[in-house]
């Protein structure tokens, strides 16, 4: 599923990431709206991963849906 797919498809896919992230809450998948770059920086800041790192698993989360 690309990119744009996720975000038309973002209320559907919460949970799913929410699986994935545990960390992540409700109020900061509102407000990542389904858009990769946000994704990617609450990931670095809620993991302490580096970007290529985070960016890696938004991608591979994103493959498997």
């Known amino acids: 599923m690309n990119s744009d797919q996720i975000e038309g498809k973002w209320k559907e896919m919460k949970g799913k990431a929410r699986s994935s ?3 992540l809450t409700d109020d900061e998948l509102d407000q990542i709206g389904g858009k990769k770059d946000q994704l990617i920086g609450k990931l ?3 993991y302490g991963l580096e970007r290529e790192e985070a960016e890696r698993q938004a991608d591979d989360w994103a493959d498997k849906q």
């Open 44 to 46: 670095q800041q809620k």
């Open 21 to 23: 992230w545990g960390e």
